[in-house]
């Protein structure tokens, strides 16, 4: 199975500051189709999970443009680059290079 | 709207079986596979099954925690996957989601399934 490993496990970040989240996983997420099947989420306090970022840096629409992904392989990260409150919560990552899909611990975030 | 709801969790004893379901509205459900993830009590995200769509043959996975004791299947006509949850254990109390692949970018609110005697 493949292991993915966030960090930090938890982050404390000031209104308006930077926010990175970063996602190993234990083998290259690159499929031979050429994609690479990482995906980040946010699941907000008594919510369900909702995606924000498909195939390592895609935004799915509606989501601000203050969160981005990037990475390749083995390496990826989450960032934000203002954060606000509506930010909090626990982000996750996932992969779906093969089966069983694994995700991530789990990073929680909270404002100061 | 598009949305999906679980319902069938509760409360039940350990060895003892629950069916979930997860139906869905706004889309055509026949066209995607579809998940199971749980979440423990305070815990992280766990996939625990896959359905394939029709067109990819209907096949069916699990994870090795709950292979052999859980049964995924779905009726297109519907537009409801269940989860069998046979020989339920303590470490199977958590809140279910079903979510739409391959993005997972749509998830019901969840069911609680809380296994204790």
């Known amino acids: 199975d493949i292991v993915m490993t966030q960090t930090p496990l938890s982050l404390s970040v000031t209104p308006g500051q930077p926010a990175s989240i970063s996602c190993k996983s234990s083998?290259?997420?690159?499929?031979?189709?050429?994609?690479?099947?990482l995906y980040w989420y946010l699941q907000k306090p008594g919510q369900s999970p909702q995606l924000l970022i498909y195939d390592v840096s895609s935004r799915l629409s509606g989501v601000p443009d203050r969160f981005s992904g990037s990475g390749s392989g083995t390496d990826f990260t989450l960032k934000i680059s203002r954060v606000e409150a509506e930010d909090v919560g626990v982000y996750h990552c996932?992969?779906?290079?093969?089966?069983?899909?694994?995700f991530g611990q789990g990073t929680k975030m909270e404002i100061k | 709207d598009v949305y999906l709801v679980e319902s069938g969790g509760g409360l039940i004893q350990p060895g003892r079986s629950l069916r979930l379901s997860c139906t869905a509205s706004g889309f055509t459900f026949g066209d995607y596979a579809m998940s199971w993830v749980r979440q423990a009590p305070g815990k992280g995200l766990e996939w625990v099954s896959l359905i394939r769509s029709k067109g990819y043959g209907g096949t069916t996975q699990y994870a090795a925690s709950v292979k052999g004791r859980f049964t995924i299947s779905r009726d297109d006509s519907k537009s409801i996957a269940y989860l069998q949850m046979d020989s339920l254990k303590t470490e199977d109390t958590a809140v279910y989601y079903c979510?739409?692949?391959?993005?997972?970018?749509?998830w019901g609110q969840g069911t609680l399934v809380t296994v204790s005697s």
């Open positions: 979510t739409r692949e391959p993005l997972f970018d749509l």
């Open positions: 083998q290259s997420l690159l499929q031979s189709d050429g994609k690479t099947y």
């Open positions: 996932l992969q779906g290079r093969s089966l069983p899909w694994t």
